[in-house]
């Protein structure tokens, strides 16, 4: 047991050491680590997912509580207040906030979890050189605790401001296009370089002051820089990897004050965003780095330009594709960003159980990148009271099922069922696992106008034999099919 | 030494990560994403003890700033993840209400 107390003292930096206490504030972060990974955990399993995340905010509040009885804090009303003002801001903030909002909500609070990591980062190393009021000593810092604390402020400054760059381009207050210049990777190599020469000296001196701020300063101005020539498209995985960021930072601030639980649910983040930000890319067909130095988007529309114009695509009535879809048995909705955005999901439900009553069955097909993030769609078309049994999420066993459909119906989406990334081996999408349509029977596309999609390129699933269009907007579109079906019904 | 145990936990803990989130399905990938952000509101933890060290005016200042942020972060974080969690909610079950009229 004394080496127990021991190592958790050591674990300790508080100025008076009592045993029994710092054990009680130890068990309360083990307690919440616990529940951290647990709850995780629970999001394997859709049934279990909501229950396994209420404790882990369960774990939270023992961390923050176990915190508070922390001999290390003296005043509580800078507290108190604190916590009561973040309260009243998050709670409208996460009841109001639109599904289809999703995407840029979390990077919003990402970029509020970053900002309180840097402040504390900047508090911790003024702490360390500010004379002691009794002794007149000052704290100092050792090597190892300033790398601790350097990272933490390059980690959480970055996630501030390129979070805050991920916001706006989701919102679009900034343009979705890549904003380039010249030389731009250069000025960003050049300028992390910079950042971790101060990262070094601060290491090599910790009582470099103007090395520590330098790095905060690049590191805010490096988040901006490197996320303005990202595209909007690829947004989703700009997000993940600020949340692996955002994971890293809190797990500095726990080396920088000796606090296990930072470690860990910062460690558990960091891996989580990373290996979500890698499979993104994947699932994109483009190799992490080419997501994050590619500028992708902003040369393919001029070339996709050539291509196109010369074959009309066929059109179809909504009278006609009711009929159709009325007695189909099978049919598969591919829906993209394009439904979310014309709020088409509540429509799609009634249409869904509208073929349902005639016997048909309906399927959704979502790729892993449709929509503003990873698994967007599903929660779209979860809010719309559709039922996730009916969610085909793997690519696979979607293009199994579109073989033997009679109906496919694309909602709002375009690059995803984009033949040429199997055929074209010129095309930048080539290579990227896509749905594949023109298996079922008969395609009806539903398209807001003639076009091309986020990326740019040419689709030739529109020009195939089986491929029909149905212009407009999906709401207005899928609400004409469902009134004609209903009118249908009716006349039985 | 105390760093060498703390960088233990770290790859450990680093090591349970990879392997939960694995195996979370891309049904939930855009919960799971809100998750590790409200988690990653632990920050306030930190935040905690910066305003409430004593540290002095400006520290105290900011350490306020960093606890009404990472508080923001926790509260908005769990509470939308649990928003979203409630959809995905019981098996293979119809809600009642008007989808429009809900939330």
Redesign the interface.
Known sequence: MSHLFAFLRALEEGPQINSTQDLIVQASYLIASIFFILGLRSLTRPDSARRGMQQAAGGMLFAVVGTLLNSGILTYQWIILGLILGAIAGYPMAMKVPMTAMPQFIAFSHAFGAIAATLVGIVEYRHAFTPNELTGQTPGLSHGVAAALGFEVLFGALTVTGSFMAFGKLQELITGRPITFRGQNAVNMGLMAVAFGCFAMLIYQPDTAWAFYAMVALSLFLGVSMVLPIGGGDMPVVVSLLNSYAGLAAAATGFAIGNNVLIIAGALEGAGGFILSVMMSKAMNRSFANVIFGAFGSGAPAAAKEKGEAKESKTISAEDAAVQLAYAGSVVIVPGYGMAVAQAQHICRELMELIAKQGGEVKYAIHPVAGRMPGHLNVILSEAGIDYGALLTDVDDANRVLQTADVAVIIGANDIVNPDAEEDKSSPLYGMPIFRPWTAKTVYVIKRGKGTGFSGVENPLFFKDNALMLYGDAKNVIGSLVKEIKALDDSH | ???I??LY???L??????Q?????????????????????????????????????K???I??????????????????????????????????ETA??AG?
């Open positions: 030494m105390t760093q145990f703390q936990v770290f790859i803990a680093g090591f349970i990560g990879f939960i989130i694995q195996k979370v399905p891309p049904l939930l990938h855009t919960p799971l994403m809100s998750a590790t952000n409200a988690i990653s509101g632990i920050s306030l933890v930190g935040a905690l003890v910066a305003a409430g060290g004593q540290y002095g400006v520290s105290t900011l350490g306020f700033i960093a606890v009404v942020c990472a508080a923001t972060n926790v509260v908005a974080g769990f509470l939308i993840t649990d928003r979203m969690l409630a959809m995905f909610g019981g098996p293979k079950k119809k809600p989808p429009e939330k």
